[in-house]
């Protein structure tokens, strides 16, 4: 993969020494003409390689340009030391045990700042599992994917869609991402336009020598956060209000459904809150009501009063 090989390339000038095409395409096990394109990438990208001629020539780095790590403000420096989310490495099997990269990160740092960042590695930890583990959710389906997206290669897919029906097609990967403990591909369809699969719905996928012209526009982070509003913003909306209990409300927002809050609650003089929220669904506020017992009373709408009478008196009628 080009982006690999780049850094690949910057890694072995960086000691200082002049290199030949010749032995650089050697180590890379790429022809002198792929070097000579590369060099020509890394140039163009503002990094300072430059070819010396002469029988001693060759290419190297402007003097001391792996010192510019140390231009980094405090801040932004240990923020490059905040531990990867192990799971999503070793979903990507890309988990080399994670020392060796600690350590080069830290020669490259200047001295007063490693001590703050051996911190930070050794204080934070990023876990992106749930508590009860689950079956496998990644498999040979996700390497395919990966290496699409990095090769710029269609794929052929067979996925379920959140209602059940499967469809079948070709796609363009253009990236992956990882949402809590979920993996999605942002790709374009058939028809050209932009769409997210769940991988957990995909149920299989074969990979194709066909390429694919990456749009130039397209950034994955400022795509993926504009899909988000935009799927929140076509949810379906149920307003509610509810009186709090004061433990109750603590609690309130600790939940994976779809509950927002819809403005600011009301503290009366008992200490319970007067609070407005959004559900999806009148059924997913009848579930999230219930389970809160007698810590929390509907005041509005009267259906979902009544709905929820009609479920207390179930349970009394299922002890009786």
Request: aromatic content about 8%.
């Amino acid at each position: 993969m080009k982006a690999e090989r780049l850094i690949k390339i910057l890694l072995l000038l960086q000691h200082g020494q002049t290199m030949t095409t010749r032995r650089m395409a050697e180590e890379l096990e790429v022809s002198e003409r792929t070097i000579h394109r590369d060099m020509e990438s890394l140039s163009a990208a503002g990094l300072p390689v430059y070819a010396e001629k002469g029988r001693a020539g060759g290419w190297r780095l402007v003097d001391h340009w792996k010192q510019k790590l140390s231009w980094l403000k405090e801040q932004e420096m240990l923020a490059l030391f905040l531990p990867p989310a192990d799971k999503i490495i070793q979903d990507l099997h890309m988990d080399d045990g994670g020392g060796d990269r600690m350590q080069k990160l830290l020669l490259s740092l200047p001295e007063h700042s490693r001590e703050a960042a051996g911190n930070v590695w050794s204080r934070i930890y990023v876990d992106m599992g749930t508590w009860k583990k689950r079956g496998e959710e990644t498999g040979p389906s996700l390497d395919i994917l990966k290496k699409a997206v990095m090769e710029e290669k269609k794929v052929q897919m067979i996925y379920e869609k959140a209602d059940g029906t499967v469809t079948e097609g070709t796609i363009c990967p253009l990236g992956l991402i990882a949402k809590s403990n979920q993996w999605y591909v942002a790709a374009l369809n058939d028809q050209g336009e932009y769409r997210n699969y769940k991988h957990a719905r995909v149920q299989a996928v074969t990979e194709t020598d066909e390429t694919f012209e990456r749009p130039a526009d397209f950034h994955l982070a400022s795509y993926w956060e504009a899909s988000k509003k935009q799927f929140t913003r076509n949810l379906p909306k149920y307003p509610v209000t509810l009186r709090v209990s004061p433990e109750a409300y603590r609690r309130l927002f600790f939940t994976p459904r779809f509950v927002t809050p819809d403005g600011e609650g009301r503290t009366g003089a008992d200490g319970w809150v007067e609070q407005p929220l959004l559900f999806n669904t009148e059924e997913e506020a009848a579930g999230f009501v219930t389970g809160f017992g007698g810590q929390v009373k509907v005041l509005k709408p009267e259906a979902l009063i009544g709905k929820i009478k009609a479920r207390a008196q179930g349970i009394l009628d299922l002890y009786k």
